[in-house]
């Protein structure tokens, strides 16, 4: 059965850390694109990072860039999304996704397998 499993959310505060990771099983995370995406309450998903099978390059959406790392272990088959300096705006249920598109990408409709998300709040 191919899936995702996100976890390590939870409840934080401000200028806090915290370490998501999402194991995969079915495929392997080596010969995917994996992404980390959030949905805010209110708001659409909106990509976070992504971490290019091509040629391992990431890429962060705006509003992370400098504070979350995504990386991934392939003898472990799992991704991780590193949050450090978290804020209230980080607060949104987050999921991880993979695609076979081999290089970085937000575009949603690409990736073919979904976790189905761990929420992470982050109180003021």
């Known amino acids: 059965q191919l899936q995702l499993v996100e976890s390590g959310g939870g409840l934080v505060h401000t200028g806090d850390s915290l370490r998501l990771s999402c194991a995969a099983s079915?495929?392997?995370?080596?010969?995917?694109?994996i992404g980390w995406f959030r949905q805010a309450p209110g708001k659409e998903r909106e990509g976070v990072a992504v971490l290019s099978v091509a040629d391992g390059s990431a890429d962060y959406g705006d509003s992370v860039k400098h504070r979350f790392t995504i990386s991934k272990d392939n003898a472990t088959n799992t991704a991780y999304l590193q949050m450090d300096s978290l804020g209230p705006e980080d607060t949104a249920v987050y999921y991880c996704?993979?695609?076979?598109?081999?290089?970085?990408?937000?575009?949603?409709?690409?990736?073919?397998?979904w976790g189905h998300g761990t929420q992470v709040t982050v109180s003021s």
């Open positions: 996704a993979a695609t076979t598109f081999r290089l970085p990408t937000f575009l949603q409709a690409l990736y073919h397998y």
């Open positions: 079915g495929f392997t995370v080596a010969r995917h694109t």
